[in-house]
């Protein structure tokens, strides 16, 4: 009975560290986001956000117990090369031709060096050292959750863009053919990895993990599709019981004088 | 119209082939792997879970955007009905013998680490968006601005 009480005191505690270190971080990122968006406390949201995030990726330290910082870890190994990969994209795009915020041309190829490198980085973390280690020297678990995922929808998305670039842009096929051999250069270190083992994986489990994220990919779409369908079904049922909106009432004599003088003011030029 | 469709229909199958002719290869190749017993847990998670979040994400929108419409009561318990039925969903299936439950040791286990694998292919999904999105826009404005018209 002792042992039992203490078990489940023990129990309690890492329940109650992990919402509180890991669980609620995690709820104050949205909700930070929407004060932000919102514009009812932008600097405070992102205040609140960014503790929230930051709180998410460094749970692995904060409450090690907890099976779900994973997750947080994830987040923070990939930090690095995710930032790179953004400060790439903005470089490539600001360096070319835009109306506004334009930078230097040089910006074009460093950014096109950043977004390289950073998929160097990701390919290092599967083939190199640098993969995610989490307890215990232990491989991340969901590294291998990751890096499918991101492989798979990257040359779908990719695949996407150069079809609708050709498809509805004018003359557009050599942008169209660029984004074709980026899709199918994703495609071939997705094939890569199905065949030579990671550092700390096996071309097994990556091909069984392949499985899963194409599951996962069209899984999220069909839920994120559910959601949104149900909030339309929703909004447009409240919206189609309210009543129609009252006539107002027609203007008073003083009402038609005011206009009626502002309009003589305007057209006929007396005052000039 | 009959153009748009057809481009829809192109832009569709822009989207599956590439992931259908990896896992054709994935299926066919030397190493023959079945399809994966797991792959529809994972589907239905995935599903549930997503649907769920981003339900929650929509309630929220529907309570920080709704100042101008004198927050209105009716959608919000609109959608938390339609949250309601979610969950219920997921904790029928999850909780039923073996249709949901994948490596974890209960329901809520099962839940949560749903939520945090949602987290960690979501922010996939995105990087992956923010990639493919990003270079097809650095290619629209890479190229050199056309002359419209010459001035005389």
């Known amino acids: 009975m002792f042992i039992n009480h203490n078990v489940a005191v023990h129990l309690m505690d890492s329940m109650l560290e992990a919402a509180i270190w890991f669980w609620i971080p995690l709820c104050l990122v949205p ?23 930051v709180l998410v990726m460094i749970s692995s330290w904060t409450v090690p117990s907890s099976d779900s910082t994973a997750g947080g870890h994830l987040l923070l190994s990939i930090v690095a090369p995710s930032l790179l990969l953004a ?17 230097d041309s040089s910006a074009r190829w460093s950014g096109s060096l950043a977004i390289f490198i950073s998929l160097l980085i990701f390919c290092l973390m599967h083939w190199y050292s640098f993969t995610p280690l989490w307890r215990n020297e232990e491989i991340n678990p969901y590294w291998i959750v990751f890096w499918p995922t991101f492989l798979l929808f990257s040359t779908s998305l990719c ?20 984004l074709a051999i980026l899709s199918v250069t994703m495609a071939g270190i997705a094939l890569a990895a199905m065949i030579f083992d990671g550092y700390l994986t096996t071309s097994t489990e990556f091909r069984d993990y392949l499985w899963l994220a194409a599951a996962d990919i069209f899984g999220t779409i069909v839920g994120i599709s559910l959601a949104i ?14 009543p129609l909106p009252e006539n107002s009432p027609p203007p008073t004599e003083d009402e038609i004088e005011h206009v009626v003088a502002l309009a003589k003011n305007h057209i006929g030029g007396d005052e000039e | 119209m009959k153009q748009s469709q057809s481009s829809w229909k192109l832009l569709i199958l822009a989207a599956l082939l590439p992931v259908l002719v990896l896992v054709a290869i994935n299926v066919t190749g030397g190493w023959k792997n079945d399809f ?16 769920v979040v981003m339900g929650i994400i929509l309630i929220g929108n529907l309570f920080f955007y709704a100042d101008s419409r004198h927050r209105p009561f009716a959608p919000f318990v609109g959608m938390m009905f339609a949250l309601a039925v979610g969950i219920l969903i997921a904790w029928a299936l999850i909780s039923n013998d073996d249709l949901l439950l994948e490596a974890n040791s209960g329901l809520r286990a099962q839940m949560l ?22 270079v097809t826009f650095a290619m629209i404005t890479g190229r050199e601005r056309r002359v419209l018209f010459e001035e005389e």
């Open chain 1, 159 to 178: 695949s996407v863009s150069a079809v609708a670039l050709a498809s509805y842009g004018e003359n557009r096929l050599n942008e169209s053919i660029t």
């Open chain 2, 36 to 51: 994966h017993p797991e792959s529809f847990k994972r589907f239905g998670n995935a599903v549930l879970t997503s649907y």
């Open chain 1, 31 to 53: 909700v930070g986001m929407w004060f932000s968006v919102s514009g009812k406390a932008k600097t405070a949201g992102k205040v609140i956000a960014a503790i929230g995030l």
């Open chain 1, 229 to 242: 369908a149900a909030f339309a079904i929703v909004i447009w049922a409240y919206e189609n019981s309210l």
């Open chain 2, 113 to 134: 680490s749903n939520v945090v694998h949602l987290l960690v292919s979501g922010t996939a999904m995105a990087l992956a968006s923010l990639l493919a999105i990003g």
């Open chain 1, 87 to 103: 400060y790439g994209v903005h470089g490539m795009i600001f360096g070319g031709n835009v109306p506004v915020g334009r930078l």
